[in-house]
């Protein structure tokens, strides 16, 4: 089995900063993209980033210039880096991975149990 866990969220006013991470572990082969994506009440989920194993990033229009992800291939762990965080961008924030748990299986798409963050003052 794989695991995705995030940590990183919380209350933060805005104009502040958070940085998020989520690590996963398991029965991994390898990882090739992985990404954040949001969910706010009432509201669909919606991409955030991703990124690929090479590095390749990718961002909503909403964070461009403001949010930042990256990953550790090696510690199997992608990071958010989010600065001048605003109201609307309170949410549960999910990770996912595009994950092989042997050379032989089919890639997998695995979810995180969800952060939250909240920009309030």
């Known amino acids: 089995q794989v695991q995705l866990v995030e940590s990183g969220g919380g209350l933060v006013q805005p104009g502040g900063s958070l940085r998020l991470s989520c690590a996963a572990s398991g029965s991994i082969f390898s990882i090739n993209a992985m990404g954040w994506y949001r969910q706010a009440p009432g509201k669909q989920r919606e991409l955030v980033a991703t990124?690929?194993?090479?590095?390749?990033?990718n961002y909503a229009d909403s964070v461009k210039g403001r949010f930042t992800i990256s990953r550790d291939n090696a510690k199997n762990t992608v990071y958010l880096q989010m600065n001048s965080l605003k109201p609307e961008d309170t949410a549960v924030y999910y990770c996912n991975a595009d994950v092989r748990r042997s050379i032989v299986t089919p890639v997998y798409k695995y979810w995180g149990q969800g952060t939250q963050v909240t920009v309030s003052s």
């Open positions: 990124i690929t194993s090479g590095g390749s990033s």
